[in-house]
């Protein structure tokens, strides 16, 4: 119901094209605005790959920041999980989340601030709590920074397998654990909004 509200109330895309149809080089060209093969993120990176961003590429995060914005990137990040690498370094004044794809190993929550070392907050994070502890961080991050523009880059591990749903939606859709996993997505979205709304925001806001 809150993504086919926002489809509703708000503005449908309905033709659009990724830069790549593989996790990292799509993701290098959202936050960049460039094809992948200009930052040379063409493959997917693994938890032993040695490479990531370069410190060269200019992110949305790190614009917005020069315009004031604080910002957050919270959940799968996929540009590379060594320390020169993380969002702190790209623009983001906070991290919280699994650097790569939920089905790698060794799958870590990072915590991380600009100008301060990443730590690991959680090293046998449960597939099922990962949408439900992105939305809370999401959130935390609009309530405490309500009063001044914010950059909240929020990217859900899920639906990537494997699949997990929180005891409150697992076993509760009509089309399985996938339905599980796209019902409490949608939950989280309702929570995103209607912080934006508690802080009085949703006319200035784009979601």
């Not at 993504?3 to 708000?10: I, S």
């Not at 063409?42 to 590429?57: A, I, R, Y």
């Not at 920041?65 to 060594?82: D, F, N, Q």
């Not at 449960?126 to 929020?154: G, K, M, S, W």
Request: aromatic share 10%; net charge neutral.
């Amino acid at each position: 119901p809150n993504l086919d509200a926002m489809a509703r109330d708000g503005v449908r895309f309905t033709d659009f094209y990724a830069g790549a149809p593989v996790c990292t080089p799509s993701r290098a060209a959202f936050l960049t605005g460039r094809y992948p093969v200009r930052s040379g993120l063409v493959n997917v990176l693994f938890p032993n790959s040695k490479d990531g961003l370069d410190d060269t590429e200019i992110t949305i995060a790190q614009v917005l920041k020069t315009r004031g914005y604080a910002t957050a990137c919270i959940g799968k990040w996929h540009l590379g999980h060594l320390p020169p690498y993380l969002p702190h370094r790209h623009g983001f004044d906070y991290y919280f989340g699994i650097p790569y794809s939920n089905d790698m190993k060794p799958l870590v929550i990072l915590r991380a601030r600009a100008g301060q070392e990443a730590e690991t907050v959680d090293d046998k994070p449960q597939q099922a709590d990962l949408t439900r502890r992105y939305t809370e961080e999401a959130v935390r991050f609009i309530r405490e920074h309500r009063e001044r523009p914010f950059f909240l880059y929020l990217a859900h591990n899920m639906p990537h397998v494997p699949l997990g749903a929180s005891a409150a939606f697992r076993g509760k859709s009509q089309r399985g654990i996938y339905g599980d996993v796209i019902e409490e997505l949608d939950w989280s979205v309702g929570q995103v909004l209607a912080a934006i709304k508690e802080a009085g925001l949703e006319n200035k806001t784009l979601v």
